[in-house]
Every structure is written in structure tokens, then in C-alpha cells.
């Protein structure tokens, strides 16, 4: 499945350039026996498939080493919710050990054996990890230096701050009867950035009440504190 849609647009660019790299590895490659299976019954019974430890640890240790820094992640729905915060954590650090996981899940063992890191991208079940692993790449990689030029460090700085982005307009002024707000084509700079303003906090108000929670309560606090916060993983995301 990689780099599928990482390999195009501006992260396929990038990828190409060597601005970032990835290397997929194939797990069924490390598998013993002779139908190459990575997967077996769940202890206990139940129904689906769990990943087993011995195949998966076999995959790690031999395609990543064991003295390998980087963060162990392994996508489920399970996991702590990624934020902007952490993806621009990783996107600073020296990159990921990134595991898919497939059927019903993966070995307890083996998350704990191999410290791994479980990270959910939502509260909704995929089919496998390796679309929610596309998510969290290719949210880092439009942060590393050389992506995206300038458009990125806007929508970085709102979000940062805890808010949802402002709605956007172009041309033409007037489309199906519907203009583009006055103050916008006002050139009145003070009041542009007033009316963001405005509108961000209205949006983050009406439709995230949990965003708009944490930013009430991160503005009260020094700078400081304020960056702790936010480079925090949050268990109540
Ligand atoms: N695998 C299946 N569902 C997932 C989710 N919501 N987040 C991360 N990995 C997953």
C-alpha cells in the first residue's frame, strides 16, 4: 500500500527529492512456516484474527534493529488520539518505527516486548492501520522544512493555539448570489484580522466545545506553560 498517496502531490514531491524517505516492510516476509501466516486464532476464543508476537518481533528486530531511538508507533483505534501537537513532535524527532496492524489486533506481547506506542487517528474502526499511518505521515511530513513553503505555517499557527480555521473565500466576489464578507475586500488589514479572529473562535465555540474548553483554559496560563501543555500527549485528547 506505500507510499500510495504520499507518493504524489507535494509529500510525493518530497519523497522523490529525499526530503523525507520511507521504507515499507513486509511482514508476511518474516513468517516460518510454510503458508508464510502472520496471524492466529485469539487466546481465550472470539471471533477475527490477532497478529502474532513472534513474527512481528522477527519483522522489527531484523528490518529496524534493537538499538534502533526512534518512537515505536502502533496504529489503533485503541491508542491515545494523535493531535497537531504530537505530529509536529515527531516531524522535530529523527522519525518513526510505524506498526500496521491488521485482523482483530496484535499481540498484547509484542506492544509491550518491542515498546510499542499504541496512536488512534479517531474514534472509528479502519479496516488496518496502514491508512491511519498515511494520516499521521503525511501530517508530518507537510511540517518538515522544504514541504510546503510559507502556506503551512498559517494554518499551523491557528491550530496551535486550540482554534478551528477561519472560512476561506476567492474569487469571483459574487458566485450564486452569495459575496465574499465586505470586511475582507476592505483592505482594512486590523479588521481583516479582527474578523478571523471572530469567526475562529466562533466555529471552535459552536463546534468543538472540547477544543474551545482547552483553549479558554490554556489562555489564562503563561507562555510557558502554555507550550508544555500543548507538546503534551493528551490521555483526554
Ligand atoms: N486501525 C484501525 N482503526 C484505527 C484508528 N481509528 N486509528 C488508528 N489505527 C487504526
Redesign the pocket.
Known amino acids: 500500500m506505500f507510499p500510495g498517496p504520499l507518493g504524489l502531490s507535494l509529500a510525493g514531491k518530497a519523497l522523490a527529492t529525499g526530503l523525507w524517505t520511507l521504507e515499507p516492510i513486509d511482514i508476511r516476509a518474516h513468517a516460518h512456516d510454510k503458508h508464510r501466516s502472520v496471524d492466529d486464532t485469539p487466546a481465550g476464543g472470539g471471533p477475527g484474527m490477532v497478529m502474532r508476537a513472534d513474527v512481528l518481533a522477527r519483522a522489527v528486530d531484523v528490518a529496524v534493529g534493537t538499538d534502533d531511538a526512534r518512537p515505536r508507533l502502533a496504529?489503533?483505534?485503541r491508542?491515545l488520539p494523535?493531535t497537531q501537537s504530537r505530529v509536529a513532535t515527531l516531524a522535530k524527532g529523527a522519525g518513526a518505527v510505524i506498526l500496521?496492524?491488521r485482523f482483530e489486533g496484535v499481540d498484547e506481547r509484542l506492544i509491550e516486548g518491542r515498546g510499542f506506542e499504541?496512536?488512534?487517528?479517531?474514534?472509528?474502526?479502519?479496516?488496518?492501520?496502514e491508512?491511519?499511518?498515511f494520516?499521521l505521515l503525511d501530517a508530518c511530513v507537510r511540517l518538515l522544512p522544504g514541504v510546503m513553503g510559507k502556506e503551512a505555517s498559517g494554518a499551523e499557527e491557528s491550530f496551535s493555539q486550540g482554534l478551528l480555521e477561519y472560512p476561506q473565500y476567492t474569487r469571483p466576489q459574487l458566485w450564486e448570489g452569495r459575496s465574499i464578507p465586505a470586511v475582507l475586500t476592505s483592505g482594512d488589514h486590523a479588521k481583516v484580522d479582527a474578523w478571523r479572529r471572530a469567526e475562529a473562535e466562533r466555529l471552535t465555540r459552536t463546534r468543538r466545545p472540547d477544543l474551545w474548553a482547552a483553549h479558554l483554559g490554556a489562555a489564562g496560563k503563561p507562555e510557558k506553560a502554555r507550550t508544555r501543555r500543548a507538546n503534551k500527549p493528551r490521555r483526554d485528547g
Open positions: 496504529m489503533s483505534p491508542g494523535l500496521c496492524g499504541e496512536v488512534s487517528i479517531g474514534d472509528y474502526v479502519l479496516s488496518g492501520g491508512i491511519a499511518a494520516v
